[in-house]
């Protein structure tokens, strides 16, 4: 899916000192594949010239909690930093984990309806479990036919 497709919406959100996380979720009863695909990490106006460590804290492969460091923003050396489209899985928190910003996020949340896609993947699979049922029955029965007159 191209990163700003018919999918797409705009997402941002700010890290400053007085509010250093932001939760990115989606509602557990929604049917949609949900994916946030970050564009760009940047210092914002009234940055200082400081260290600021932005951490994106979600679940790995064992659903064990961890934190990543994924950008170090300084104003006077690194003010901005190109995610290229990270992709994360919601739900996915950024944190603030050094420096008092502000540091704004900007990507694109994309979304595929499921059902939609779900519906396509099963007439396909179920053409393809016939065909294949088809051919692995026609081979099997002559060999057992051949066997038993032998």
């Known amino acids: 899916m191209e990163p700003h497709g018919?999918?797409?919406?705009?997402?941002?959100?700010?890290?400053?000192?007085?509010t250093k996380s932001y939760t990115f979720k989606v509602d557990e009863e929604d049917d949609s594949d949900h994916i946030l695909a970050?564009?760009?990490?940047?210092?914002?106006d009234g940055a200082k010239d400081e260290c600021n460590v932005v951490e994106v804290v979600g679940r790995n492969h064992e659903n064990q909690e961890i934190a990543v460091p994924v950008a170090n923003l300084r104003l006077?050396?690194?003010?901005?930093?190109?995610?290229?489209?990270?992709q994360l899985q919601p739900p996915v928190t950024f944190r603030l984990a050094a420096g008092s910003?502000?540091?704004h996020l900007a990507g694109w949340h994309q979304?595929?309806?499921r059902e939609d896609a779900s519906f396509e993947e099963e007439d396909d699979m179920s053409e393809e479990e016939d065909d294949m049922s088809e051919e692995e029955i026609a081979p099997v029965m002559p060999a057992k036919k051949q066997r038993g007159k032998q």
């Open 111 to 113: 979304i595929t309806h």
């Open 76 to 86: 006077s050396c690194q003010p901005l930093l190109s995610l290229d489209n990270f």
């Open 101 to 103: 910003g502000p540091v």
């Open 38 to 44: 970050l564009s760009v990490v940047c210092l914002t």
């Open 6 to 18: 018919p999918g797409s919406v705009l997402f941002g959100c700010e890290l400053t000192g007085s």
